[in-house]
């Protein structure tokens, strides 16, 4: 059985007050909303971001009229539970600064094999580095959009689902963001 049915089923039953249902979405879905939300907000944030999603998408669960796929709709609460809580942030004062090392450790799984030569891992690790930073500095428009495709592998039409907009703004987005990476990447590789 494909996955939609599965979800289409579970989200049937938790609809019914199933929460054990439920429970079964969120540790489908648990790793992937944690990774988005903290491309967003920053990996400190973003398991508390990720579970007051979760807890949205159930107090919203009635209401979700299977339009689109379950996935496609907890990405969007993702999304708008992540805008949000950049936005209080702004509004609270703050003397936390990001810690870059640790956003450079984010998802640092890569292992050294044997045909690596010292070099080609150090170049992998910079280019690695300037496109994660690239990323941060874009606007969140387009820092969600090409989250969305390239990290988390989702279809122009989803994306436009996720982030409620026409499939020509996701494109644009996407477009903009990739050339705003090229711009930084460009050097590097000419320089090699």
Partial sequence: MSEEPIDEQLVERAQQGDKRAFELLVRKYQHKIVQLVGRLVGDADAPDVAQEAFIKAWRALNGFRGQSAFYTWLYRIGINTAKNHLVARRRRPSNQDIDVDEAEQYGHTQQMSDMDTPEAVLLTEEIRHKVEEAIA?????????????ELEGLSYEEIAEAMSCPIGTVRSRIFRAREAVDLVLRPLLESR
């Fill in 137 to 149: 500095r874009l606007p969140p428009d387009l820092r969600q959009a090409i989250t969305l495709r």
